[in-house]
């Protein structure tokens, strides 16, 4: 009779779903959990993908498998998750420039914050911005001065129209008064091979492809993007402190789930991979690829997705970008 009235007494309450999920979560993982990056093996992103998951998959116990579905720049990737089941065994590796093309730049445009439920912030890098060791500037105001003394003459490479070389190369462009011209390429390897050919001028790349680059005396940093300045290169300043107050371009990969996913078990996938992101081994492999780790929890990580998206929305409409 009890239990019959304490049945009642919860489905009139509307609890039976969240009992479920919370008996759910209580026994999570049970089987292994698909980690879906929308990139090719082999890369960055999915050495941080492959970094995180492994570590994970000691932690809960069932395998963290990495399942690569290149294509549109992690769209392919970012509609299978979105497809899936809310049940904490779908996982999607997401980026800065993930949620700029989910919003601005392909067809298939999405809300993130309605389709996707956020776990944690995983690393944070910067991106250098980089010009020929022989270009008179080796600052950035110097660079910004040279620029405005030949409108339209230089030339700057990105990975691709609406990558986050191109936004921050056009915020650069916006916030420094200067006018220059948008060389979009396939990838950063093309595009720095056209800067020490003296192609182009200038260009934001990532530490990893740059900074061997750097200490060969082939190409010269003028400063990093981020707000905070880069351990692979702590003597450089950041393009804020070189003449550009306020600039902050931040690239970041986080984990998401598919919307609905049950709150206990996010919550346990918060507090794993924050453990994670301990380790001295997880933190040497971070940093080797140029990037910071940076845990967040769900909430910081949901206003980092809403800022980033105003950010470059704004830009966007600034500065007449067609992003179609």
């Avoid at 049945?7 to 039976?16: D, N, P, T, Y």
């Avoid at 992101?277 to 940076?294: F, M, R, T």
Wanted: charged share 15%; with cysteine; proline share 7%.
């Amino acid at each position: 009779m009890l239990i019959s009235r304490i049945a009642i007494w919860i489905l009139s309450a509307g609890m039976f779903p969240a009992c479920i999920g919370w008996v759910a979560a209580a026994d999570y993982p049970t089987r292994s959990i698909r980690l879906l990056v929308g990139y090719d093996p082999g890369g960055g992103t999915d050495q941080t993908a492959r970094t995180i998951g492994n570590n994970l998959t000691a932690r809960l116990g069932h395998p963290v498998v990495t399942d690569n579905r290149p294509g549109i720049g992690g769209v392919v990737a970012r509609n299978i998750a979105a497809q899936a089941s809310p049940d904490g065994y779908t996982l999607l590796l997401i980026s800065g420039s993930q949620v700029i093309g989910a919003s601005l730049v392909y067809g298939n445009r999405i809300d993130m914050q309605k389709t996707y439920t956020s776990i944690s912030r995983l690393t944070t890098y910067p991106f250098p911005l980089v010009t020929h060791p022989s270009s008179p500037a080796t600052t950035v105001k110097e660079m910004i001065a040279l620029a405005k003394s030949k409108p339209g003459a230089f030339n700057y490479g990105s990975t691709g129209v609406g990558s986050m070389a191109h936004l921050a190369s056009e915020l650069f462009k916006e916030m420094a008064q200067v006018n220059m011209v948008h060389v979009p390429y396939k990838g950063a390897s093309a595009g720095l091979l056209d800067l020490m050919r003296g192609q182009i001028q200038l260009t934001f790349t990532s530490a990893t492809a740059s900074v061997p680059l750097v200490k060969a005396g082939k190409v010269r940093v003028l400063g990093v993007s981020s707000i905070n300045r880069s351990k692979n290169l702590p003597d450089v300043p950041t393009i804020a402190e070189g003449g550009l107050p306020g600039f902050d371009v931040t690239g970041w990969f986080a984990l998401a789930a598919p919307a609905g996913t049950p709150r206990a078990v996010i919550a346990r996938l918060n507090r794993e991979i924050g453990e994670v992101l301990k380790s001295p081994d997880v933190q040497k492999v971070i940093e080797h690829d140029g990037a910071d780790p940076a845990p967040s929890t769900p909430e910081e990580l949901t206003a980092i997705v809403n800022a980033e998206e105003s950010k470059w929305i704004k830009l966007v409409k600034s500065a007449g970008i067609n992003l179609k």
